[in-house]
């Protein structure tokens, strides 16, 4: 496991992180050196999840709480809630998000037409979450095209660029060093609004997936050599 690079983000809750998506990168930041903390409704099925995950991992870097004491703890919240659940959780949560970098990994699908752009009355989950929350708390969209078909394999680098979008040009660079840490790379997709167009992304790679029989399908940005 990697020494902790990053003091200023040592603390990072996944909040609905025993989904795939979310113990994924949960997974993925433990190996890099973060503190992460899984969260979950259930306490007790969060902490089986963190046994779970540092079992693969061969030690004991992730903790199990439940989702309001996992962001009370952290410096940084990632948000990998369903969107049935999204709005419910962040009201939930909002006392303890303020001040907080909150990565909202959430896309507005409605099942059973999951390879289908639905837009949500904010326009995008993220924008939903920045109204919910305030400007107390700094909202920043991430990694809603990464699939989680590899991030538990974390010697496999991603193929996947992450798109950020926020209104906090900190907040974004904080959040670009986690899709590093992740084992991507993190580019600065303008502001908040923006999220729109990333969030409906995924749609269309869940439709590009079954079209074409393969899985994990990704973005890349061409013509851009760094960061």
């Known amino acids: 496991m990697a020494e902790q690079k990053d003091p200023i983000l040592l603390t990072i809750a996944v909040v609905g992180g025993t989904g795939k998506e979310g113990s994924g990168l949960a997974m993925r930041w433990a190996h890099s050196g973060y503190r992460v903390i899984i969260g979950s409704r259930d306490a007790e099925r969060a902490q089986l999840k963190a046994d779970e995950l540092n079992a693969e991992l061969g030690g004991s870097y992730l903790q199990g709480m439940d989702n309001y004491?996992?962001?009370?703890?952290a410096?940084?919240?990632a948000i990998t809630v369903p969107y049935a659940a999204h709005a419910e959780t962040l009201e939930g949560l909002k006392d303890v998000l303020q001040g907080k970098i909150v990565v909202d990994?959430?896309?507005?699908i409605q099942p059973p037409k999951v390879r289908?752009?639905?837009i949500p009355e904010g326009k995008s989950a993220c924008l939903e979450a920045q109204a919910i929350l305030g400007p107390g708390a700094k909202v920043v969209a991430a990694f809603q095209n990464v699939?989680?078909?590899?991030l538990f394999d974390v010697e496999y680098p991603v193929i996947c660029d992450?798109?950020?979008?926020g209104d906090d040009m900190q907040a974004k660079e904080d959040v670009i060093h986690l899709a590093k840490a992740a084992g991507m790379r993190g580019l600065d997709a303008?502001?908040?609004v923006n999220s729109?167009?990333?969030?409906?992304?995924t749609p269309v790679l869940l439709h590009l997936n079954r079209r074409y029989k393969t899985s994990g399908a990704g973005i890349v940005i061409t013509g851009i050599s760094e960061p």
């Open 69 to 73: 004491s996992a962001a009370q703890q």
């Open 75 to 77: 410096s940084i919240v």
């Open 105 to 108: 990994v959430t896309v507005p």
């Open 116 to 118: 289908q752009v639905y």
């Open 147 to 150: 699939s989680h078909e590899h």
């Open 162 to 165: 992450v798109l950020i979008c």
């Open 190 to 192: 303008g502001p908040l």
């Open 196 to 201: 729109v167009a990333v969030e409906a992304m």
